[in-house]
């Protein structure tokens, strides 16, 4: 059974700091990765889709890179903005269907 | 309209009655998913439709769980005698097609169950 991990579980750094969130799956045959943020009460926004045959897709001030053989995703926020601030989800495509498994997220705080 | 749609927004109902979420597709999409979501956790996948038909129903919790696309475009979940433990926010997401393409998300209904 497929299990995601983010690491930290929440994160809090001063405006202008460049940061790395990160992810881990256990199983590696997955079609993609896909991060999402999510807003305290609202629905999920997608950031970035990666598909397993890719290395790192980028977004404006986001990055975001798959180690396919390693289990391990890694969402780079570059220059980060108190309109950061949310829980970013990392979830995973399973390569025997099409659901979706999502990790618990990390909750970033940036102050100003 | 642009995005995933769900209604209602939010939704109070006693222990025991019958309730429907409904979730608006974007058009065209063909692929269909419901998520749960309890409060600090991330989604659970419930179930995922490619056309009219549940091509994955594994993840309904039990038999008070059911979900139709009758038509290949709006779903519907419904549950059943609900309980307390069916309190969290649904999730409707929606795809192209499955397999390898993007998925959106609507803003989900927030169900209390008192």
Same mark, same amino acid.
């Given at each position: ?24 799956f256990?199983d590696?045959?997955?079609y ?13 926004? %997608?950031? !970035?889709? +990666?598909?397993? #045959?890719q290395?790192e897709?980028?977004?404006?001030? @986001?990055? /975001?890179?798959?180690?396919? *053989?390693?289990?391990? %995703?890694? !969402?780079? +926020?570059?220059? #980060?903005?108190?309109g950061?601030?949310?829980?970013? @989800?990392c /979830?995973?495509?399973?390569? *025997? ?16 | 309209g ?51 038909g ?15 696309r ?19 926010v ?16 609507g ?7 008192v």
């Amino acid at each position: 059974k497929q299990e995601v991990t983010q690491i930290p579980a929440a994160l809090s750094v001063p405006e202008g700091e460049n940061l790395v969130l990160n992810c881990s799956f256990t199983d590696s045959a997955i079609y993609n990765l896909q991060w999402f943020r999510q807003d305290p009460g609202k629905g999920l926004t %997608s950031l !970035l889709l +990666i598909q397993s #045959s890719q290395r790192e897709q980028t977004s404006g001030r @986001l990055n /975001a890179s798959l180690d396919k *053989s390693s289990g391990r %995703s890694t !969402l780079y +926020i570059a220059a #980060s903005q108190p309109g950061d601030s949310a829980t970013y @989800l990392c /979830a995973v495509k399973e390569g *025997s269907g099409s659901r979706l498994t999502f990790g618990e997220g990390t909750q970033l705080t940036v102050n100003p | 309209g642009a995005g995933v749609s769900q209604t209602p927004s939010n939704k109070v109902t006693e222990k025991g009655k019958y309730v429907e979420l409904r979730c608006d597709p974007i058009s065209g999409h063909t692929a269909l998913y419901w998520y749960r979501q309890s409060l600090g956790q991330g989604p659970e996948f419930l179930i995922y439709f490619q056309g009219t038909g549940a091509a994955d129903d594994s993840g309904l919790p039990n038999d008070r769980f059911f979900a139709v696309r009758p038509e290949g475009s709006v779903s519907t979940l419904k549950i059943q005698r609900t309980e307390r433990g069916d309190s969290a926010v649904y999730l409707c997401a929606s795809s192209l097609q499955g397999g390898s393409t993007e998925a959106f998300f609507g803003q989900g209904t927030r169900l209390t169950v008192v």
